[in-house]
């Protein structure tokens, strides 16, 4: 695993000890960054689940100016911490260890938005339709932005989620992204 392109191109990543994380593979990662940007000129990201951190650090190397990292699992805060030190972002990069609605609410108070919002949640978890009705309601995404889901094949994601309207789905054996755009 590592960053693919960018100002961090070629540095190799952490991966979360044990087997509970699942890293979205670089295939998979090359793909939907050639979709919603090769490069992007500033914004935020948010990196909900944030695993390992490699949505969020892709994106911070491409020019993403600041990214929050999120997840519960001491294991992956610190694989987080240690991924941007290792590539030099850890400047742009703040990382949280909460769950992933209790941050929602926090970042809603603090009127945050986002240019890119990552949801990567383990797959057995059913908490994405929730999640999703969490950053539509909470105005999360900003307009322009994008908002991507991953998970297995065996789920299916509603088409609009109040503001949110999913216009790409792509799969890729067993992964599934959902990508989602704010309905001006």
């Given at each position: 695993?590592?960053?693919?392109?960018?100002?961090?191109?070629?540095?190799?990543?952490?991966?979360?000890?044990?087997?509970?994380?699942?890293?979205?593979?670089?295939?998979?990662?090359?793909?939907?960054?050639?979709?919603?940007?090769?490069?992007?000129?500033?914004?935020?990201?948010?990196?909900?689940?944030?695993?390992?951190?490699?949505?969020?650090?892709?994106?911070?190397?491409?020019?993403?100016?600041?990214?929050?990292?999120?997840?519960?699992?001491?294991?992956?805060?610190?694989?987080?911490?240690?991924?941007?030190?290792?590539?030099?972002?850890?400047?742009?990069?703040?990382?949280?260890?909460?769950?992933?609605?209790?941050?929602?609410?926090?970042?809603?108070?603090?009127?945050?938005?986002?240019?890119?919002?990552?949801?990567?949640?383990?797959?057995q978890e059913r908490?994405?339709?929730?999640?999703?009705?969490?950053?539509?309601?909470?105005?999360?995404?900003?307009?322009?932005?994008?908002?991507?889901?991953?998970?297995?094949?065996?789920?299916?994601?509603?088409?609009?989620?109040?503001?949110?309207?999913?216009?790409?789905?792509?799969?890729?054996?067993?992964?599934?992204?959902?990508?989602?755009?704010?309905?001006?």
């Open positions: 695993m590592r960053i693919i392109a960018g100002e961090a191109k070629g540095v190799r990543l952490r991966s979360v000890p044990g087997l509970q994380v699942r890293p979205t593979t670089d295939r998979v990662k090359e793909s939907l960054f050639q979709i919603i940007g090769p490069y992007f000129d500033g914004g935020k990201a948010l990196d909900l689940f944030a695993g390992s951190g490699s949505l969020g650090l892709e994106a911070l190397s491409r020019g993403a100016e600041e990214a929050i990292f999120v997840d519960r699992a001491r294991a992956s805060v610190d694989t987080v911490r240690y991924n941007l030190r290792s590539a030099g972002l850890d400047q742009r990069g703040k990382v949280f260890r909460r769950d992933a609605r209790a941050a929602l609410r926090t970042l809603a108070r603090q009127r945050a938005r986002f240019h890119l919002i990552f949801l990567d949640p383990p797959y908490i994405l339709s929730p999640i999703l009705t969490a950053i539509a309601e909470q105005d999360l995404l900003e307009t322009g932005g994008v908002m991507v889901a991953e998970h297995g094949k065996d789920r299916n994601l509603p088409l609009q989620v109040h503001s949110l309207v999913r216009f790409r789905n792509l799969n890729y054996g067993d992964t599934v992204l959902d990508l989602y755009s704010r309905d001006s």
